[in-house]
C-alpha cells in the first residue's frame, strides 16, 4: 500500500495509527504469513474496493480487508527462511542437505534480536523443509546446532534459540548449564552431553562426575530408573575423567539386585540403555537372568519387547522362549506388545523357527481377546495398535486363518462381530476378508445385521461383566469339558459310562450358554447414561413416584439392561416398571401389572443419574 492510500485508511480509521508502518509493508510483492491462510504474497491494493488481493497457496487472488490484516497478518521480511525459499530456492535447499546449523542461524538472523522460541522455529523449518521430511532432518539438525558455539539452545520448546554475538564452545555452555542447576535429572542430562562433546570438553570432568556422583547417591529426585541411568552416565564420565567406576558408590549392580524393582525400571529408562540394562540383569544375576527376562518381556512395551527378544535369541534360550509364548498364548497371557511383534515379524528367517507354529487360529483370537481388553480398559476413544495392524496388514488374516477350519472361522468371526475395539466400518471391512477365504461366513453378516434393530442399552460394568462370563466359559470350561470328554471317552462303553454322559450333557449346557451370551453381547451397546433426557423418563434417569395403593416415595434409578439391583431400587430399563416409565414426565401416573397385582405410579420428579455421580 502506498502512503497515500494508508493515509486515507487511517483518516477512515483512526485507531489504525499505530499500525502505519505495518500497513506501509503491505506492497506489492512483499511476502506475508496469515494466521489462518498460511503463507502467501501481496499481488497489489485494489483501490476500488479497498482490498488487498494476495496469492496464498491453493487460493490466487483473494481479496482482503488491509484493517482486518492488520491483527492476523505479519509481513516478512526479505531474509527470513520462507521468503527465501522463494527468493533463493537453490541456497536453501543446500543448506537444507548439507549445513542445516547455518540455515538456523540464519532463520535466527532474520528475527528480531536474533532470537525466537523453539515451538516458532520449529514451525518455520517445517515448512521450508517439507512436512514430511522435517522429523528425520529435525533430529539430525538439532544435534548439530547443539554444537555450534554462535547459538544459545533452549531447554524447554518455550525458551528461546539464541544467536549469540559471541560465540561460546559447546562444552563451557554446558559446564555453566551444569554448575547452575541443582535440579538432578538436568544435571545428568547435561552430563550426557558432556559425553557426547568427548575430548573437545576442555573443563574440569572431575567437577562434573562429583556433582552426577552426589546426585545418584543422595538425590531424592530421582526414581529408581532413573538413578540406575544416572549411574550410568556416571560411570562413563568416569571412564573419560580416567576414575575407576568401581570404586564409585551406588554401583549399577546394586541398583538392580531388588527383582522386584525390574518391571518398574524397564517401564521407564531411556530406550537407548535397554540393551546394556539386560546384560546388567545378567551379569548381576547371572543364575536367575532368564527367568527374570521371561518375567520382563511377558509385560514389556514398545521396543524393549525386541530387545527382550533378541536378549534372549543370542544367549541360547530360542527354544525356551518358543514354549514360552506357546505357554502364554494358551493361557491368554500374550499382552498386546508381544503380540505386536509375534506379528510384525511372522515372515522374518530370522525367528522363523520360533514363530511358525504361532501362525495359527489361535493367534487371532489371543488378538481379538487383546484388542476387546485394551478397548474395555480405555479411558477414551484412543488408537489400538494392535487393531490398526490388523486393519492394515491386508495379509495378516489370510495367514492367520490359512490351517483354520471353516467352524473355527465362524467363531472367529463371531467373536471379532462382539469385539469393542473395532467402529462397525472396520469390522465389515475385516468380516469381508474372512468371507473371501470362507464365504458361508456370510450368513452370520446378514444375522447381525438383524440383531441391530433389537440393541440392548448396557454400562461398560456389565458389559465387562458378562464378557468377563462368555471369556470364561469359552477359554476355561469348554476347553476343561472337552478334556473331561476325552478322559470320559478313554474309560470304555459309553453307553455304560456315567462320567461321558455328564461330560457331554455339561457340554450341552456349555455350548447353550456360550450361545446365548454370544446372542446377548451381539446385541449390547455400551452407554455411559449422558444421552439420558432431563425432560421424560429415558435410560439413565432416576426418577421419584408415589406409589397410588399406600401413598409412599420412592426413588427409582434406570440403567442398562443388566444392571439392575432392586435391594437399592436400581431397575433395568427392560423391566416392566422400566418399560412403564420411559418416556414419562412429571405428573403423569402409569399402572403396572406384576404377577396379580396391579399399582399405580405417579411420576413427581426427574433427574440423571449421570448428574447425581
Known amino acids: 500500500m502506498n502512503s497515500e492510500a494508508v493515509s486515507a485508511l487511517i483518516a477512515k480509521n483512526p485507531s489504525l495509527k499505530t499500525a502505519k508502518a505495518k500497513l506501509e509493508a503491505m506492497e506489492p510483492g512483499a511476502y506475508c504469513i496469515h494466521r489462518s491462510w498460511g503463507f502467501g504474497q501481496i499481488k497489489k491494493y485494489n483501490e476500488s474496493t479497498q482490498k488487498l488481493v494476495i496469492n496464498f497457496e491453493g487460493k490466487n487472488a483473494h481479496q482482503m480487508d488491509p484493517v482486518f490484516c492488520v491483527t492476523t497478518m505479519d509481513v516478512l521480511p526479505a531474509g527470513h527462511l520462507l521468503v527465501r525459499k522463494e527468493t533463493e530456492p537453490k541456497v536453501i535447499a543446500a543448506l537444507i542437505a548439507e549445513n542445516p546449523a547455518q540455515l538456523i542461524v540464519e532463520a535466527l538472523q532474520a528475527y528480531p534480536n536474533n532470537a525466537t522460541t523453539a515451538i516458532d522455529l520449529e514451525i518455520t523449518l517445517a515448512q521450508v523443509v517439507g512436512e514430511e521430511k522435517f522429523k528425520k532432518w529435525w533430529s539430525l539438525a538439532k544435534k548439530a546446532v547443539a554444537k555450534d558455539p554462535r547459538v544459545a539452545v533452549p531447554a524447554k520448546k518455550t525458551e528461546c534459540y539464541i544467536l549469540r554475538e559471541t560465540p561460546v564452545a559447546v562444552g563451557d555452555e554446558i559446564f555453566e548449564a551444569f554448575t547452575g542447576t541443582r535440579s538432578a535429572r538436568r544435571r545428568i542430562?547435561?552430563?550426557?552431553?558432556?559425553?557426547?562433546?568427548?575430548?573437545?570438553?576442555?573443563?574440569?570432568?572431575?567437577?562434573?562426575?562429583?556433582?552426577?556422583?552426589?546426585?545418584?547417591?543422595?538425590?531424592?529426585?530421582?526414581?529408581?530408573?532413573?538413578?540406575?541411568?544416572?549411574?550410568?552416565?556416571?560411570?562413563?564420565?568416569?571412564?573419560?575423567?580416567?576414575?575407576?567406576?568401581?570404586?564409585?558408590?551406588?554401583?549399577?549392580?546394586?541398583?538392580?539386585?531388588?527383582?522386584?524393582?525390574?518391571?518398574?525400571?524397564?517401564?521407564?529408562?531411556?530406550?537407548?540403555?535397554?540393551?546394556?540394562?539386560?546384560?546388567?540383569?545378567?551379569?548381576?544375576?547371572?543364575?536367575?537372568?532368564?527367568?527374570?527376562?521371561?518375567?520382563?518381556?511377558?509385560?514389556?512395551?514398545?521396543?524393549?519387547?525386541?530387545?527382550?527378544?533378541?536378549?534372549?535369541?543370542?544367549?541360547?534360550?530360542?527354544?525356551?522362549?518358543?514354549?514360552?509364548?506357546?505357554?502364554?498364548?494358551?493361557e491368554q497371557n500374550l499382552r498386546v506388545h508381544v503380540l505386536l511383534w509375534i506379528v510384525k515379524n511372522r515372515h522374518s528367517k530370522k525367528f522363523a523357527k520360533l514363530l511358525n507354529d504361532l501362525i495359527t487360529p489361535r493367534l487371532l483370537s489371543s488378538i481379538f481377546f487383546a484388542i476387546d481388553y485394551e478397548a474395555l480398559q480405555a479411558a477414551s476413544a484412543r488408537r489400538i495398535p494392535l487393531a490398526d495392524i490388523l486393519s492394515e496388514d491386508t495379509d495378516l488374516i489370510s495367514d492367520l486363518l490359512s490351517t483354520a477350519d471353516p467352524e473355527t472361522?465362524?467363531?472367529?468371526?463371531?467373536?471379532?462381530?462382539?469385539?469393542?475395539?473395532?467402529?462397525?466400518?472396520?469390522?465389515?471391512?475385516?468380516?469381508?476378508?474372512?468371507?473371501?477365504?470362507?464365504?458361508?461366513?456370510?450368513?452370520?453378516?446378514?444375522?447381525?445385521?438383524?440383531?441391530?434393530?433389537?440393541?440392548?442399552?448396557?454400562?461398560?460394568?456389565?458389559?465387562?461383566?458378562?464378557?468377563?462370563?462368555?471369556?470364561?466359559?469359552?477359554?476355561?470350561?469348554?476347553?476343561?469339558?472337552?478334556?473331561?470328554?476325552?478322559?470320559?471317552?478313554?474309560?470304555?462303553?459309553?453307553?455304560?459310562?456315567?462320567?461321558?454322559?455328564?461330560?457331554?450333557?455339561?457340554?450341552?449346557?456349555?455350548?447353550?450358554?456360550?450361545?446365548?451370551?454370544?446372542?446377548?453381547?451381539?446385541?449390547?451397546?455400551?452407554?455411559?447414561?449422558?444421552?439420558?433426557?432431563?425432560?421424560?423418563?429415558?435410560?439413565?434417569?432416576?426418577?421419584?413416584?408415589?406409589?397410588?395403593?399406600?401413598?409412599?416415595?420412592?426413588?427409582?434409578?434406570?440403567?442398562?439392561?443388566?444392571?439392575?439391583?432392586?435391594?437399592?431400587?436400581?431397575?433395568?430399563?427392560?423391566?416392566?416398571?422400566?418399560?412403564?416409565?420411559?418416556?414419562?414426565?412429571?405428573?403423569?401416573?402409569?399402572?403396572?401389572?406384576?404377577?396379580?397385582?396391579?399399582?399405580?405410579y405417579t411420576v413427581t420428579g426427574l433427574g440423571r443419574y449421570v448428574d447425581g455421580k
Open 189 to 330: 542430562a547435561l552430563a550426557e552431553d558432556i559425553i557426547g562433546v568427548g575430548k573437545d570438553f576442555k573443563g574440569d570432568l572431575n567437577v562434573i562426575l562429583t556433582g552426577v556422583t552426589e546426585q545418584v547417591k543422595t538425590s531424592n529426585q530421582l526414581d529408581s530408573a532413573e538413578r540406575l541411568y544416572g549411574a550410568h552416565i556416571r560411570d562413563r564420565l568416569a571412564k573419560l575423567a580416567g576414575v575407576d567406576p568401581a570404586t564409585l558408590e551406588p554401583s549399577q549392580a546394586s541398583l538392580v539386585t531388588n527383582v522386584r524393582d525390574l518391571a518398574a525400571i524397564a517401564d521407564k529408562i531411556p530406550v537407548h540403555f535397554q540393551s546394556t540394562f539386560l546384560e546388567l540383569i545378567k551379569e548381576t544375576h547371572p543364575v536367575e537372568y532368564r527367568d527374570l527376562t521371561f518375567g520382563l518381556l511377558k509385560t514389556s512395551q514398545g521396543k524393549f519387547t525386541t530387545e527382550c527378544i533378541n536378549f534372549l535369541v543370542e544367549y541360547g534360550h530360542a527354544d525356551e522362549l518358543a514354549a514360552a509364548l506357546k505357554r502364554w498364548q494358551v
Open 409 to 600: 472361522a465362524r467363531d472367529l468371526a463371531n467373536t471379532l462381530l462382539l469385539n469393542q475395539g473395532f467402529e462397525q466400518l472396520t469390522k465389515k471391512s475385516l468380516l469381508a476378508r474372512f468371507i473371501k477365504i470362507f464365504p458361508g461366513i456370510q450368513s452370520l453378516v446378514a444375522a447381525d445385521a438383524e440383531s441391530k434393530e433389537e440393541q440392548l442399552l448396557v454400562s461398560r460394568e456389565s458389559y465387562e461383566r458378562k464378557r468377563s462370563e462368555y471369556e470364561t466359559i469359552v477359554s476355561r470350561k469348554i476347553p476343561e469339558n472337552s478334556k473331561a470328554i476325552a478322559t470320559a471317552r478313554e474309560h470304555g462303553d459309553l453307553k455304560e459310562n456315567s462320567e461321558y454322559k455328564m461330560a457331554k450333557q455339561d457340554q450341552s449346557v456349555l455350548m447353550a450358554q456360550k450361545s446365548q451370551l454370544e446372542r446377548e453381547l451381539g446385541h449390547a451397546r455400551i452407554t455411559d447414561f449422558k444421552e439420558a433426557s432431563a425432560d421424560q423418563v429415558s435410560v439413565g434417569s432416576v426418577v421419584d413416584v408415589t406409589l397410588g395403593s399406600t401413598g409412599k416415595a420412592t426413588r427409582y434409578t434406570i440403567l442398562g439392561a443388566w444392571d439392575s439391583v432392586p435391594d437399592q431400587n436400581v431397575i433395568a430399563y427392560k423391566t416392566p416398571l422400566g418399560l412403564a416409565l420411559l418416556s414419562k414426565k412429571p405428573g403423569d401416573t402409569i399402572k403396572v401389572k406384576i404377577g396379580s397385582s396391579e399399582e399405580s
